[in-house]
């Protein structure tokens, strides 16, 4: 087809434009998105984004649907994932949207710019209850020789350990024992300084779980 002649002004078909650079697929982005759940509660994360196609769930640590996704874009622009976890369920962000504070992550691109978002959803089943083993504790000897090494437990309304945890360890007689928390938090040195009594607790998720420490040394 020849070039319309207007007024002595060239008129350029599209692929006379295309040669000179002006295509207007080169603002087209190929955009991954990839979803990985962790814990073991219950929820899902959803794209609000039309014509995003992530529908990936979770129950009680068993994750099905659709989890990732591939897809292209013209003119760059931002994508919309939201988490929904069930009522007894803490969730959290990871990964790309990691600092994100509500339920909703926004994921941009400019365009023309390829992009691979490797999204983590946190799904952490509610702690209901915490337990110190080993309970109660009795110490004889003072110092690190007699230290004893208690673990913290996280449980849930049915009793299965809730994983992910971190514990915050107190006493109310730190004349009595010293409580260093070890890496994690999972778990306490305790090291008797004198003869007496001391309640040590571990709290998380606002649920606290306490073990009595005897302290019997011989004069």
Known sequence: MPPLRLGGFVAFTALSMVALGCDSSDDTSDIT???EIQGTGSGGIQATTL???IECNVNDGIVTGTCSTSLQESGGGTLRLEAT???VTNFSWGGDCIGTATRV????FRPGEDAVFDVVGRFAAKTASIVISPRPI???V???????VAQAQALDEDGAEVFGVSFVWTNDAPDVVTVTPLPANRQATIVALKSGSAIVSATAQGVTGQAQVDVKIAN
């Open 85 to 87: 976890p069930d009522a």
């Open 138 to 140: 009795t110490m004889t």
């Open 142 to 148: 003072a110092g690190e020789e007699g230290e004893v």
């Open 51 to 53: 014509g995003l196609d």
């Open 105 to 108: 992550c926004e994921l941009s």
């Open 33 to 35: 998105i990839n979803v």
